[in-house]
């Protein structure tokens, strides 16, 4: 593939990404139409790997939503061939169970999702649970914190294995117009999916649960809690279905390939995360 990354801040990205031959940054803004038409101008397929943390679903400006509505502005209609997007599995709509929580990311993403499926673009959606590398990203000074839900099965999945599934999404006839749920083969309840992985990726990490509780208390003093005890909420309330086996996931995309233990020895011994350790 020839890869275009469309970024805020070309320097920062470059930082990450460094020099490739298949690879350029364009620099555009998802309020600034322009900017995005400049940028999108000859692309022939699109991956929004976009993010909305808000608790106020009547926000004025959320890039899953009207971020998503200046994309589809902005796009070349007459290039554009696949739009491909990746989600939380609770923005599938399958997942949803009566009574629960809403999760006010989701319920903007969703809305998102309505305006690509009636642009006539052809489109893929991705709606992945829990990723594997969350465990490395949330580490605080050796220990990861599990939030929400610590009792139910949680199918989690990984950058490596959802990588293949986008890649064997892009252009595949029979990805169009269809929305997939992304998880792995085997459930384990979230502390005990920590504690694999950790095992292995760095025995010395501690796993302990955060009490809702003391997430409320935390909230109420600091306002940058509040979406963090928003997240504690819906996924007390939220349990995990397995879908993936049911709508294809694996037959059209490819079957996960790799367990938490395997991943994490597959992390560590490529190093792909010790910049983190650099940074933190």
């Known amino acids: 593939f020839e890869v275009k ?22 620099e555009a803004d998802l309020s600034n139409v322009p900017s995005l038409k400049k940028a999108l101008s000859d692309t022939a397929y699109l991956y929004l790997n976009l993010a909305t943390q808000t608790t106020d679903i009547r926000a004025p400006f959320c890039a899953d939503r009207e971020g998503v509505a200046n994309i589809l502005e902005a796009v070349d209609r007459s290039r554009i061939k696949q739009i491909l997007v990746i989600s939380g599995l609770g923005a599938f709509s399958e997942s949803h169970l009566k009574g629960a929580t809403t999760f006010v990311p989701n319920a903007i993403r ?26 490395v990203f949330y580490r605080r000074k050796g220990s990861y914190s599990v939030i929400g839900d610590a009792k139910n099965p949680i199918y989690f999945t990984n950058c490596y294995d959802f990588t293949r599934h986008l890649v064997n999404s892009i252009g595949n006839p029979d990805a169009l117009n269809r929305e997939f749920p992304i998880q792995g083969i085997t459930g384990l309840p979230h502390p005990v999916a920590a504690k694999t992985f950790l095992n292995e990726f760095d025995e010395k990490s501690k796993v302990s649960v955060l009490p809702h509780g003391l997430l409320k208390i935390l909230a109420f003093f600091n306002k940058d809690m509040k979406f963090v005890k928003h997240m504690s909420e819906y996924f007390s309330a939220y349990s995990e279905p397995y879908l993936a086996q049911k709508h294809d996931t694996y037959n059209l995309l490819g079957k996960p390939t790799l367990s ?11 190093g792909i995360y010790d910049y983190l350790d650099q940074t933190s």
């Open 110 to 135: 969703m809305q998102g999702h309505q305006l690509i499926k009636a642009s006539g673009i052809p489109y893929t959606l991705l709606h992945c649970s829990w990723f594997a590398d969350s465990f």
């Open 5 to 26: 990354i469309i970024v805020r801040n070309t320097r920062k990205a470059k930082n990450i990404f460094g020099d490739h031959p298949h690879l350029t940054l364009e």
């Open 260 to 270: 938490l233990t395997e991943y994490a020895q597959k992390l560590k011994k490529e």
